[in-house]
């Protein structure tokens, strides 16, 4: 009796597979650094994969590059320079001018500025009231930010800022720059009944580096160039909203685009998830929950039309060839250290990723992550973990292992197509997550509950099956299931004679030896012949032939066991064993239809036989005390070994328990064995005289038996049938007589 273990087995790891499930989503809603750093690389090779070099050929780059430094002097140049640049670019006809520059500080090369500073130096050899600047000169050339707030007010240029996001800047910043001159967006808000209030989605600055007043007073517009690189420091998303002081600030690029646009109302709707989207007159842009738009960039390297400054400070940049053009003036000079790591390009200007920008908003052309995604991947996660748990579970290894990769597969290339195609980066990340776990964690919990029951069941049979039978039933354990099945198979029964006699002469420590000895040698021709050994019963030995796996022969296979049997036993009581005393054993074999598997209960059960053919081939070990045979078989077992032993008709039998009467033989040898001529002589003998037996011819049936017992005096069935036949012979002729013995057992 024992458990059965594979009953239980998928219970837990169905309950496992939920759990995984479950820490699957927890590590997507908290998504730790790693996981986010991972989330980062894949959207990474999705846009090297599937970035889109076409642009609209609007922003162009205006380039401080080595050339224009190595023609114009070391950086930062005089601003009156940089008016003269920009006056250039104007009248090349761009719509507006955006400066990725920060003018925080007066410029020092001015001439008033010398002059100040070499009355500072000079103070002791000079009079308070000389100058070193030569007279007369216009007040306003001896300032060149003078000079750079003319021409800013003579044109659509946006100057660039940046904020402080410094916890303490408050009390470090000096006092001017508290309030200073930087232009706010002011849109329209626009928010759904739950939704979040903007200031809980928009990053808010503790303080800022502003231009000096002057410029930002003549500037039409002014924008941030803060970025917001990921913690690897690749630059995937850029705000183009901050708050500051509770007004809303735009990026240099949107800046820039809507002094272009002539400065159109700006609305932001903001939903319970944070920002969705900003419109620009008929434009609609996506950004994330938190006001940051993925920069959909062009490809490696300056994409965008880049021209350097000193062309159009030598002038040959005619006039109005750029007209319509939107330029962001910035520098690539490494020096200078305005370039940016992005997934395409691990030092790009910071122009172009303003103009990027720009040009992803006119052309339409935008990476979005909707608000609905995240409630999408999330029940990507709980039906893939859901799918994976219960194909794992049930499924066979290499089938989970191919539908594994077929998922795989599928989830990239469907985020590879909305990426490609919907421009939507969808995160395949937490889906290989779950499929990961699932996969390697379930696997391994089911190869450690199959190398259990493989082990268990290993066990429970190597004591009743030969080694190789046992291995096929652990690689079928489905025929070990409870409940059983009915199959056909062959039972053999085999009970000692007289046993106790030769007990009552030993101790019982002595019987117990001689029954151990005496059934591991019986044993051995149970597993020669692939039976399995049901039990041990008493002194009778039962075993099962044909089940639990399905052998063809097993009739067969039975017989041979039954006749190896009794071959052991013969040279027993020739003294062939050293311990063992001499031994006498009845045997029977029947072969039909058995209910043949686990009964009993879900708490205990037992490997076992039941039904009528079953309890058949029990009486037919009796019979052999009737008929004085040591081996008798039933009508099915003989029908299914005929072509293989010598046989012997005993006759019709009507045993216990049964209506229908069965026909009976008696094994007596392998057809390959070679009979004394006495001995099948007397095999004939008991023939014809059973066939005189049928016809009541009692007396000449009496002639056969008793010549056929004085050829083999060993066989006492002949002494059977004389008896039968005598007792017969003193009734009156019976009509319809079939000879059949019905079996009388208390």
């Not at 759990?19 to 990474?44: H, Q």
């Not at 930010?145 to 996001?165: E, H, K, P, Q, W």
């Not at 917001?228 to 500051?244: C, K, Y």
């Not at 005929?642 to 229908?660: P, Q, S, T």
Request: aromatic fraction near 10%; include cysteine; glycine fraction near 6%.
């Amino acid at each position: 009796m024992f458990k059965n273990p594979a009953i239980k087995n998928k219970l837990p790891l169905v309950l496992t597979g939920f759990l995984l499930t479950l820490i699957a989503t927890g590590l997507y809603l908290k998504k730790p650094m790693f996981l986010k750093y991972m989330d980062n690389k894949i959207y990474d090779i999705q846009i090297q994969s599937c970035h889109q070099p076409d642009q609209t050929g609007i922003p162009i780059v205006v380039d401080i590059d080595e050339q224009s430094l190595d023609a114009f002097g070391q950086w930062p140049w005089p601003r009156y320079l940089i008016s003269r640049l920009l006056e250039k670019i104007q009248q090349a006809g761009v719509a507006s001018i955006g400066l990725d520059i920060l003018f925080a500080e007066p410029d020092r090369t001015s001439l008033k500025a010398i002059d100040q500073s070499m009355k500072t130096y000079f103070q002791d050899q000079i009079d308070s009231g000389s100058s070193f600047i030569a007279e007369p000169l216009p007040e306003e050339l001896k300032d060149n930010d003078i000079v750079l707030a003319r021409t800013l007010s003579n044109g659509n240029f946006v100057l660039g800022y940046a904020f402080d996001f410094s916890e303490n800047i408050k009390n470090m910043t000096p006092e001017p720059v508290i309030n200073p001159l930087i232009k706010p967006l002011n849109p329209i808000i626009i928010q759904t009944p739950d939704a979040k209030t903007i200031s809980q989605c928009l990053k808010t600055a503790q303080g800022v580096i502003p231009p000096l007043d002057s410029l930002s007073k003549s500037a039409v517009n002014t924008g941030f160039f803060n970025t917001s690189p990921d913690q690897d420091g690749i630059l995937r998303a850029t705000p183009l909203l901050l708050i500051w002081n509770k007004k809303i600030y735009p990026n240099l690029s949107l800046a820039t685009l809507l002094s272009a646009l002539g400065n159109p109302q700006v609305a932001i709707r903001v939903t319970s998830g944070g920002i969705e989207n900003m419109r620009i007159g008929p434009s609609t842009i996506p950004l994330d929950e938190n006001g940051r738009f993925y920069v959909h960039y062009r490809g490696e390297g300056n994409q965008f039309k880049t021209i350097s400054a000193a062309l159009f400070l030598e002038d040959k940049i005619p006039p109005q060839s750029l007209q319509g053009n939107i330029a962001i003036v910035g520098t690539s000079a490494a020096g200078l250290k305005d370039l940016k790591a992005t997934p395409l390009d691990a030092a790009l200007m910071g122009a172009q990723i303003h103009t990027t920008v720009i040009d992803n908003i006119l052309k339409g052309d935008f990476i979005t992550r909707p608000d609905w995604i995240q409630g999408f991947e999330l029940c990507v996660i709980l039906v893939f973990g859901i799918l994976t748990t219960f194909t794992i579970v049930w499924a066979r290894p290499w089938m989970t292992l191919v539908f594994s990769m077929v998922l795989s597969i599928s989830i990239w290339q469907f985020s590879i197509y909305a990426f490609q195609e919907k421009q939507i980066f969808l995160s395949p990340l937490f889906s290989f997550i779950i499929l990961g776990l699932n996969f390697s964690v379930l696997s391994l919990f089911k190869f450690y509950f199959s190398e259990k029951d493989r082990i268990f069941l290993k066990k429970a049979f190597s004591n009743y099956v030969a080694d190789d039978l046992v291995e096929d039933i652990v690689k079928n354990p489905d025929l070990l299931k409870l409940g059983g099945q009915v199959k056909t198979a062959s039972v053999l029964f085999c009970d000692l004679k007289n046993f106790t006699n030769i007990s009552e002469k030993r101790t019982p420590q002595e019987v117990v030896e001689i029954m151990s000895q005496y059934f591991e040698e019986m044993t051995q021709y149970v597993f020669k012949y692939k039976g399995a050994l049901k039990d041990y019963i008493g002194d009778e030995l039962m075993a099962l032939f044909g089940a639990p796996l399905l052998e063809k022969d097993h009739a067969v296979n039975a017989c041979r066991a039954a006749l190896d049997m009794q071959r052991f036993l013969a040279r027993l009581r020739k003294g062939d064993h050293p311990f063992l005393p001499p031994l006498y054993a009845r045997v029977g074999v029947n072969t039909g239809e058995m209910l043949i598997g686990n009964i009993g209960s879900k708490y205990r059960f037992s490997y076992g036989i039941m039904g009528d053919n079953v309890n058949l081939g029990s009486r037919l070990e009796g019979l052999n005390k009737i008929y004085g045979t040591q081996i008798i078989i039933g009508q099915n077992t003989a029908e299914s070994a005929k072509d293989h032993f010598i046989l012997r008709k005993l006759g019709a039998v009507k045993v216990k328990g049964k209506e229908n009467p069965e026909k009976v033989y008696e094994l007596i040898a392998d057809k390959e064995q070679i009979l004394e001529d006495n001995h099948k002589a007397s095999i004939d003998c008991y023939n014809k005289g059973y066939a005189y037996y049928l016809k009541q011819e009692w007396s000449k049936a009496i002639e056969m038996f008793e010549k056929g017992h004085a050829l083999w005096p060993h066989d006492l069935s002949f002494t059977v049938m004389i008896q039968r036949c005598g007792m017969y012979k003193q009734l009156p002729y019976m009509e319809n007589f079939d000879g059949i013995f019905i079996e009388r057992r208390k």
